[in-house]
C-alpha cells in the first residue's frame, strides 16, 4: 500500500495577492540562557510574508529554529543567527524576520547592612529584528525603586522647626531634652511621603554584548533607593537613609538615568520612562526622556 503525500495548504495560491508584514506565533513557551541562569521565557515569533500570492508561512519551521535559544547563552549573534534561519526557511516568501523574548530575570541582592540576601525579579523583553539584511537588537526592562518627594520633605522639616519652638519656648535648652524631643513622636510631628516607583527603559542596543544585569546595577546606583528583598532592622534604617540621602522629583530620577544610561558603551539610544506612583495624590507622576547616540 502506498504511502499519501500529506496535503500543503499553506503552498496553495492565496485567493487575494496582498503582502503581509508580520506572520507567525506568540507566546511560545521556551527556556533561555542569560548570565548563568537558565529561565522561563516567552517568544513571538515572525517574519513578513512579502510574496502576496502565497497563502501562509511555515510557522513550524520558526518553532523549530527557537530550539536554538536552548542550548547557547543568549547573546546578539544567537538572535542574528535565528533570525537568519527564519529567512532561510522561509527563502522566497519573506525579507524580514521578528523575535521577541519575555522573561523575569532574577538577580540576587544582598541586604544595605545586615548578610542576608534575596531574590529579585526584573521583567525583561529582548526584540531583534533583521529587516532588510539590517540587524537590530533592543532590550525592555523594569526596575522598581523607591522615591520620597523633596516638596513634602521640606514641608515636613519646616513642621517640625515649628513643633521644636513652641516645645522649647522661653525653656533654656539641655542637650539631654533635646535628644530625647528629637526621638520621640510629639517632636517628629511630620514625614514626608514616599511611593515605590519604577524605571521603564527602552534600550537599543551596539555591539556584542547583552548587559542586562550591567544596565539594571547602574540603573539601581543611579538612583540610590532600589527596592529590598531580605530586611532586616538595621536594613530598614538604612533604606530610610538612603531615601532621606536621594529626594527626587521624577523628573530628578530622569535625569539621573539618562546621564547614567549615556554613560554605557553598549547603548545606541534610549528612551526612559519613570513613573512615580503617588501616595498624596490618586494619580502618577511620569517623566521621559529620549537620546540618540551621535555617529563617530
Not at 542596543?205 to 544596565?215: A, D, I, K, S
Not at 531615601?243 to 526612559?272: P, T, Y
Request: glycine share 4%; with cysteine; hydrophobic share 45%.
Amino acid at each position: 500500500m502506498n504511502a499519501l503525500t500529506l496535503p500543503d495548504i499553506a503552498a496553495q495560491a492565496s485567493r487575494q495577492a496582498l503582502p503581509l508584514d508580520w506572520v507567525g506565533m506568540c507566546g511560545i513557551a521556551l527556556p533561555i540562557l542569560i548570565d548563568g541562569q537558565r529561565l522561563a521565557a516567552t517568544a513571538d515569533a515572525g517574519v513578513s510574508l512579502d510574496d502576496g500570492t502565497a497563502r501562509g508561512i511555515h510557522m513550524s519551521r520558526l518553532y523549530l529554529a527557537l530550539e536554538m535559544l536552548d542550548q547557547q547563552p543568549l547573546t546578539p549573534a544567537l538572535l542574528l543567527n535565528v533570525l537568519q534561519r527564519f529567512l532561510d526557511s522561509h527563502e522566497g516568501l519573506s525579507n524580514n524576520a521578528y523575535l521577541r523574548i519575555h522573561t523575569d530575570l532574577l538577580l540576587k541582592r544582598a541586604a544595605l547592612v545586615s548578610p542576608l540576601a534575596g531574590w529579585k525579579s526584573y521583567p525583561v523583553s529582548v526584540e531583534a529584528r533583521l529587516e532588510n539584511q539590517m540587524f537590530h537588537v533592543e532590550l525592555k526592562i523594569d526596575v522598581a525603586y523607591s522615591s520620597t518627594c523633596p516638596c513634602s520633605a521640606a514641608l515636613a522639616r519646616q513642621l517640625i522647626q515649628q513643633q521644636f519652638i513652641d516645645d522649647f519656648a522661653n525653656i533654656p535648652l539641655q542637650h539631654e531634652d533635646v535628644l530625647t524631643w528629637l526621638g520621640s513622636a510629639g517632636g517628629i510631628v511630620a514625614t514626608p511621603h514616599s511611593q515605590r516607583s519604577s524605571a521603564q527603559l527602552h534600550v537599543q542596543l551596539q555591539g556584542e554584548l547583552l548587559p542586562l544585569t550591567e544596565l539594571i546595577d547602574n540603573v539601581e546606583a543611579a538612583l540610590g533607593t532600589a527596592v529590598q528583598t531580605a530586611v532586616k532592622r538595621a536594613d530598614e534604617q538604612a533604606f530610610a537613609l538612603a531615601n532621606g540621602q536621594n529626594l527626587m522629583f521624577c523628573e530628578d530620577a530622569a535625569r539621573r538615568l539618562n546621564l547614567a544610561l549615556k554613560r554605557s558603551d553598549a547603548i545606541k539610544a534610549f528612551h526612559l520612562k519613570v513613573i512615580h506612583a503617588e501616595s498624596l495624590h490618586a494619580h502618577d507622576a511620569v517623566a521621559e526622556s529620549r537620546w540618540t547616540r551621535n555617529p563617530a
